[in-house]
């Protein structure tokens, strides 16, 4: 339920006047999947899926903007965003104090996306 949990505390808790239905559907897309893992033509059993989207769903692109779209926001470093690549990069004055202001940044996106 690892999804479930993102969903919760990150979108939905940010997003609060998000639309009840709105809601639903996007649980509905999220919730009580399976797959199969088929091999030399042999499947295996359904299993349960806790984390991730269907690929080629509109719904993963619009969940990973909004997932990540804060990720930025106060920041110190510069941080370029693509795809699933974002490079943190800082104009270095003091070697002490931009690793410092570094590692903070690094710091409060582990806190905020990793941690749960």
Not at 14 to 39: C, G, H, M, W
Request: overall charge neutral; glycine content about 4%.
């Amino acid at each position: 339920m690892k999804m479930r949990i993102i969903l919760e505390s990150k979108l939905l808790v940010r997003n609060k006047n998000l639309n009840r239905n709105l809601y639903t559907l996007i649980e509905s897309q999220l919730a009580d999947r399976k797959q199969p893992v088929v091999f030399n033509s042999k499947c295996s059993e359904w299993v349960p899926i806790c984390a991730g989207v269907s690929q080629g769903s509109v719904l993963g692109q619009m969940l990973f903007l909004d997932y990540i779209n804060d990720l930025i926001a106060n920041l110190k470093c510069n941080v370029k965003m693509f795809a699933e690549d974002t490079p943190f990069s800082k104009v270095v004055d003091n070697v002490e104090s931009s690793g410092d202001e570094l590692n903070e940044d690094l710091d409060k996106v582990h806190l905020a996306h990793c941690s749960k």
